[in-house]
């Protein structure tokens, strides 16, 4: 039998594992569009992974639980097993999520509106024939007088 100890450094050694697992989780959620979205799946997670419970019902160790829930559909104690691990999931998930949205709802309003689009007369000028090809060492081509265009280095000069 383990000591409270040994629970107490299982539980923490659990815990830094969980702190580890939520930096790809948070990477991998990035690209869910809009922010409720990302908040439901970040919120999930969080609440999966780091919900604690009581292990056994007359005891004081905690678990995971995920874990317990897991344990208790391969061997059933209690008639309840499951109920007994999702109740507490879905309470800290939907208190996370509460207060997430609570959290972002006042602070999206906060964000500066977005800015108009520049007239021309302010837009930065270009010089003529230089257009987005410029960046690269090249010229865009021009249709108008062909002694004018730059003529390739290969071509015959006209005599």
Not at 51 to 58: I, R
Not at 77 to 97: K, Q
């Amino acid at each position: 039998m383990y000591t409270d100890e040994n629970y107490l450094w299982g539980l923490v050694g659990y815990y830094l594992g969980v702190l580890l697992l939520l930096v790809p989780t948070w990477w991998l959620t990035r690209r869910l569009p809009g922010f409720p979205l990302r908040a439901l799946a970040r919120c999930a997670a969080v609440a999966l992974l780091a919900t604690p419970m009581l292990a056994y019902p007359d005891l004081k160790y905690l678990a995971p639980a995920w874990g317990v829930m897991l344990f208790d559909a391969i061997g059933p104690v209690h008639s309840d097993g499951l109920l007994r691990g999702v109740l507490p999931l879905l309470a800290v998930f939907g208190l996370l999520y509460v207060v997430t949205l609570l959290i972002w709802l006042p602070l999206r309003k906060r964000r500066r509106p977005p800015r108009p689009p520049q007239s021309p007369s302010r837009a930065p000028r270009r010089e003529p024939g230089m257009g987005a090809a410029a960046g690269r060492g090249r010229r865009e081509p021009t249709f108008g007088d062909p002694a004018a265009a730059p003529r390739p280095k290969s071509a015959p000069r006209a005599r």
